[in-house]
């Protein structure tokens, strides 16, 4: 007995339309919405415990692990939110231009050290 090829979909041909072939390249235009007086950090600044995402905030000399929501991550730059419990509720709250972040060195620290934050330029 013959095995049965499967079925090929048929193929629809827009009329006037070139066919892409191997090699060929073209080009795209596309539109990508803009984010204006919105923080952006670096994604690496994320650091995962359990698979949530958080982020040290520096309050004072002290580097607080908090909890937070990714809202747009480019793989580049995020946007995020705290993620905050107020009176038993799990609330969130936007990321301030004037709250300071550790962004390099995290495998180093833990919860609540100690630490000398140098503030660098924004780009």
């Not at 339309?17 to 007086?37: K, N």
């Not at 520096?58 to 107020?86: F, M, P, Y």
Request: some cysteine; proline content about 8%.
């Amino acid at each position: 007995m013959k095995a049965e090829s499967p079925t090929k979909p048929p193929v629809r041909r827009i009329p006037g339309a070139l066919r892409e072939l191997p090699g060929m390249y073209g080009q795209m235009q596309r539109t990508v919405q803009r984010f204006q007086d919105l923080p952006l950090i670096p994604s690496s600044a994320i650091v995962r415990c359990g698979g949530m995402p958080h982020l040290f905030r520096v309050e004072g000399s002290t580097a607080r692990l908090c909890s937070i929501t990714t809202e747009v991550d480019d793989g580049t730059l995020v946007s995020v939110a705290w993620t905050e419990q107020v009176d038993g509720v799990k609330t969130r709250r936007p990321l301030r231009t004037d709250e300071r972040i550790v962004v390099s060195n995290q495998g180093e620290l833990e919860n609540c050290s100690v630490i000398e934050a140098m503030v660098m330029p924004a780009r």
